[in-house]
């Protein structure tokens, strides 16, 4: 879902859930279950013509097996724009998940016979600097020309 808010906000969420139901059928004591899935939100704002601030961010739960209970992950970004050179040259800055340096995933394994955690940790912050030059636009308009045109008449 994806909507204007006003003229200058534009806003939108996305979601996916699953229920998760996993058996052994050898062995009623091993089953797993619960829910899965991601929600996403996302925002784009026109500040002026040429500044825009946009972000997204949401959660996710990966899917259950046997043995194994996903954990939640968290994300966020946020991204600022801007346009120079009569909108030729565009620069931005993305900063994700700037609260923590790093992203520890656990992982959980409960079975009658044993018990797993395990954790690690991954770099998660991360700040972007990228630019785009626009040299112009085809004098030809290319994308009408996806089929074949057959010039030969016969009279």
């Known amino acids: ?49 040429t500044f825009t601030i946009s972000g997204s961010g949401g959660v996710n739960r990966g899917a259950y097996n046997l043995i194994n209970s996903p954990g939640l992950n968290y994300f966020y970004q946020v991204n600022f724009g801007y346009k120079l050179f009569k909108e030729k040259l565009s620069v931005t800055m993305n900063v994700n998940n700037f609260h923590d340096k790093f992203f520890t995933y656990r992982n959980v394994s409960n079975n009658p016979a044993f018990r797993t955690v395990s954790r690690s940790n991954n770099p998660y912050r991360v700040i972007y600097f990228g630019a785009t030059y626009n040299f112009g636009k085809l004098k030809e308009n290319v994308s009408k020309k996806k089929g074949v045109s057959n010039d030969d008449l016969v009279q």
């Open 1 to 49: 879902m994806n909507s204007p808010i006003g003229p200058k906000l534009n806003a939108g969420m996305n979601m996916s859930l699953s229920y998760n139901n996993i058996e052994n059928n050898l062995n009623p004591l091993q089953h797993n279950d619960g829910i899965s899935g991601v929600l996403t939100g996302n925002f784009n704002y026109k500040v002026v013509k």
